[in-house]
């Protein structure tokens, strides 16, 4: 719905803003400082014309009173349509507990191999000469960042139903790494008996392989905005 649309835009504003900083904290001829600060030129709207032409309400109304909000532009907005997809079939109870924090760098090796992601992101912003190791290493900054700031809130609100459930069954303590700032939440996550989690490695990879796949196929599952 509209309401979810906004939330998501505004998000993603968000990680325009954090890109933006990184920028300033790299040393002058860094790649990332070079390329984050080309991000945020190119994928940030100025117009108050075309913001009407995607959810930029939320944003809108909050610019009012906080002020210096970024405004994503469509290519940019589309693209992480396409990673928040693929978060939301990923970070699921059962990944979480075969691969704990090392989930979010497993995600970034598989789409790192996926051209269709990259391609996408390069139709963002990035220069047709750029290099492929400067490519991957600006993608993996950018999906660090995204999955580490909704793994928070992911883990958050596995912790407010553990708090409401009154059913105590086989639990598992999953380490999770949600960099909000420096913090580590331990999440004491309830593990069903009935979960098999004992999977092979490489069968796991082609399940997850699989997931992700699904999700480049249908990542206008959010809806269409035009």
Known sequence: ??????????????????????????????????YL????????LVSSDERLLLPSGKTTRVEKISGR???????????????????????????????????????????????????????????????????????????????NMRGLDFVRKLMGRAKESPIVGHRQQIATLCQGGKKKVMVDLEINEADNIEIEDDRDDIREMNIIMEALENNAELGDDE
């Open 37 to 44: 600060s080309l991000l945020v030129t190119r994928c940030h």
């Open 69 to 147: 909000l970024k405004f994503p532009n469509k290519l940019f907005y589309d693209f992480a349509k396409m990673i928040e997809l693929i978060f939301e079939k990923t970070f699921v109870n059962r990944s979480l507990v075969l691969h704990g924090g090392k989930l979010v760098n497993r995600l970034i090796a598989t789409l790192s191999e996926e051209s269709r992601v990259l391609d996408c992101l390069r139709r963002c912003f990035l220069p047709d000469d750029i290099s492929h190791d400067d490519t991957i290493e600006v993608f993996s900054y950018l999906i660090k960042t995204y999955m």
């Open 1 to 34: 719905d509209l309401a979810r649309k906004e939330a998501f835009y505004y998000t993603i504003g968000w990680w325009l803003t954090a890109a933006e900083k990184e920028s300033l904290r790299r040393h002058e001829n860094s790649v990332l400082r070079k």
